[in-house]
């Protein structure tokens, strides 16, 4: 009451306006969502190359906090279903990516501090995040692999997921002509061969694959967090005025 109290006869005005066409609580909900996204923005930076990038562990942390977070890749992204084919078919052809799991199976329920130095660097390890896209005429697949900070992506990389993109592209299970795939390959460095791959003048930046309803991109963390920085950038200037490093952590932590 204390802020409405204090605001400028035209800017209670436009609140007065504003309440006649929304609630309050509806507000208050989108304001809240729109401030957690920043936050999380902004937390990226020291989690992969700051001052967090060695205590994180991408299995317990980093996966669960992109799979509550997939609008970080594009707001489509945020509405999703689970789909029990696309698991079985992403399984399928794992081992094309050179191992046996979409993601290692580890205790939610392990504290941390429990685990010793070398299991947490077992726990170091490729993941892969898939969503499906609902729509009442295409299907379209999100898959996000994501490499450890220590690897530069190169060319082996580079190869694996076109092959592994051709590959549950070309499964029989999916209506090629109704089913969208998008196959991100994502890291905090890229090699020179694979920033040569993602600048080819016949294909639009960062593709290194493209067919039909298949394209396969690759991409660094600075590329993400940039693009999510320059949709959200407005909000910043209007939103975030006093938010500090400690709220960030905060809310990364709660």
Same mark, same amino acid.
């Given at each position: ?8 006869? %035209? ?8 309440l ?12 809240s ?23 994180l ?35 399928? %052809? ?19 501090s429990d ?10 390890i ?14 379209? %697949?999100?898959?996000? @692999? ?8 190169? @060319? ?23 089913t ?8 905090n460095?890229l ?22 309803n ?7 963390w600075?590329?993400?967090?940039h ?25 990364l932590?709660?």
């Amino acid at each position: 009451m204390r802020e409405v109290l204090n605001l400028k006869k %035209h800017e209670q005005d436009d609140f007065a306006e504003l309440l006649e066409k929304t609630k309050l609580s509806s507000i208050i909900k989108t304001t809240s969502l729109v401030v957690d996204r920043i936050k999380f923005i902004d937390s990226l930076d020291p989690l992969l190359y700051g001052e967090y990038k060695q205590q994180l562990l991408e299995t317990q942390q980093l996966h669960k906090m992109l799979l509550e977070n997939l609008w970080i890749f594009g707001e489509q992204y945020q509405i999703k279903n689970s789909d029990q084919f696309l698991t079985s078919v992403l399984e399928e %052809h794992i081992g094309i990516l050179g191992r046996e799991q979409l993601v290692p199976d580890v205790p939610s329920n392990q504290d941390i501090s429990d685990i010793s130095d070398d299991d947490l660097k077992k726990l170091r390890i490729d993941l892969m995040l898939y969503t499906q896209i609902p729509s009442p005429t295409l299907r379209e %697949h999100l898959v996000v @692999e994501l490499k450890r900070p220590t690897v530069k992506i190169g @060319e082996k990389e580079i190869t694996q997921i076109k092959k592994y993109a051709r590959a549950v592209y070309g499964n029989p299970r999916f209506d090629k002509s109704r089913t969208r795939w998008k196959f991100l390959l994502l890291g905090n460095e890229l090699s020179e061969y694979a920033l040569y791959e993602a600048n080819q003048l016949n294909r639009p930046p960062g593709v290194v694959e493209q067919h039909d309803n298949l394209t396969a991109h690759v991409k660094t963390w600075a590329e993400i967090i940039h693009e999510a920085k320059w949709r959200y950038g407005i909000y910043y200037e209007y939103l975030m005025d006093e938010a500090s490093k400690n709220d960030t952590l905060e809310h990364l932590q709660k």
